[in-house]
């Protein structure tokens, strides 16, 4: 059974940075990996996501500001965030699938961590 466990969740001011971490454990190697964001009261939205060999996407909001990184060796994949403002205040749960395909949906991902708090300050 995979688990994926998050860190590096907190709070910032607007303008600050973060850097989210999330390590993979379990008998089986990974495909896609991401991040997928929750905002109060809204539905939980697809951030980035990262294939094994390297290539990664984003969503508009978050293109130029987020860059999503992978270490295969560790299993775990880094969100650095930068220009944050409190439009990124979210609950971040990184996800991974069992094949290379990143989709854009939650039910592309196989798997799910329990989720960090991200939250931005005016």
């Known amino acids: 059974q995979v688990q994926l466990v998050e860190s590096g969740g907190g709070s910032a001011q607007s303008g600050g940075s973060l850097r989210l971490s999330c390590a993979a454990s379990?008998?089986?190697?990974?495909?896609?990996m991401g991040w997928f964001r929750q905002a109060p009261g809204s539905a939980r939205v697809w951030v980035a996501s990262?294939?094994?060999?390297?290539?990664?996407f984003y969503t508009d909001s978050v293109e130029d500001r987020f860059t999503l990184s992978r270490d295969n060796s560790k299993d775990t994949v880094y969100l650095q965030m930068n220009s944050l403002n409190p439009a990124d205040t979210a609950i971040y749960y990184c996800?991974?699938?069992?094949?290379?395909?990143?989709?854009?949906?939650?039910?592309?991902?196989?798997?799910w961590g329990q989720g960090t708090q991200v939250t931005v300050s005016a």
């Open positions: 996800t991974a699938s069992a094949d290379d395909y990143c989709g854009e949906s939650a039910v592309s991902y196989d798997y």
């Open positions: 990262i294939r094994p060999e390297g290539a990664s």
């Open positions: 379990g008998s089986r190697s990974l495909g896609c």
